[in-house]
Structures are given as structure tokens and as C-alpha cells.
């Protein structure tokens, strides 16, 4: 079992940065990939990005690619997600999940065993 929290969401105008964070109970953290998804009102929850259990390999989604930056710390038990140069059509709750699975390849949300409770973020323009 895996508790997972994440924090640093919030207000933010439209060029600004914000890192969110996700801590994981337990000590198998490194045990698990970790992903990042989002979801706008009204809209359905998409994939953002993925990081390794070794944090060697990421995945981002590919219209987020040079603003969206996942990283980890397996010692912190900790995964983020900076984020730069936002935009209004960034606003949504971020979540972080965990999967029992390699990152081998695209992990579709169902994949994922356990997920974050999520984190606002919303970009002002």
C-alpha cells in the first residue's frame, strides 16, 4: 500500500513556474514508477508525465515537453513536477500515481495501482 500526497499547487499568472510535489508513504517508494496526470473542468484526465523507478528514464507528454520537467528523490520519497512558463490552458488538479510497472513503454492511466488526492493549479492570464 502506498499513500501518496501531493502539494505546491496554486495561483499562478500566465509565464510563471510552480513545482509540485508528491511524498509516498511507505518504503518501497523506489519499488515504484510514478506519473503525473491532469485533469481540466470538463475534460478528461490526461497523462503528463512518468519517471523509472531509478529516476533514469522519463516520459512527457509531448505538447508539454520543454516546459514540464518530472523528477525524483527515492531517499525524499518524493516525485515532482516543475513546471515552467505555465499558461492558462495548464490550469486543472495535477495528480501523482504509482505503478507496479517498468516504464518500458506508454503506462496508461490504468496502470497506475494507487493515485494522489491531486493538487490545484490555476494559471491567470
Known amino acids: 500500500q502506498v499513500q501518496l500526497t501531493e502539494s505546491g499547487g496554486g495561483l499562478v499568472q500566465a509565464g510563471g513556474s510552480l513545482r509540485l510535489s508528491c511524498a509516498a508513504s511507505?518504503?518501497?517508494?523506489?519499488?515504484?514508477?510514478m506519473g503525473w496526470f491532469r485533469q481540466a473542468p470538463g475534460k478528461e484526465r490526461e497523462f503528463v508525465a512518468a519517471?523509472?523507478?531509478?529516476?533514469?528514464?522519463?516520459r512527457h507528454a509531448d505538447p508539454l515537453k520543454g516546459r514540464f520537467t518530472v523528477s525524483r528523490d527515492n531517499a525524499a520519497n518524493t516525485v515532482y513536477l516543475q513546471m515552467n512558463s505555465l499558461k492558462p490552458e495548464d490550469t486543472a488538479v495535477y495528480y501523482c500515481?504509482?505503478?507496479?510497472?517498468?516504464?518500458?513503454?506508454?503506462?496508461?492511466?490504468?496502470?497506475?495501482?494507487?493515485w494522489g488526492q491531486g493538487t490545484q493549479v490555476t494559471v491567470s492570464s
Open positions: 519517471i523509472s523507478r531509478s529516476g533514469s528514464s522519463t
Open positions: 500515481a504509482a505503478s507496479r510497472y517498468l516504464l518500458a513503454g506508454p503506462l496508461p492511466e490504468s496502470e497506475y495501482q494507487y
Open positions: 511507505g518504503r518501497t517508494f523506489s519499488m515504484y514508477t
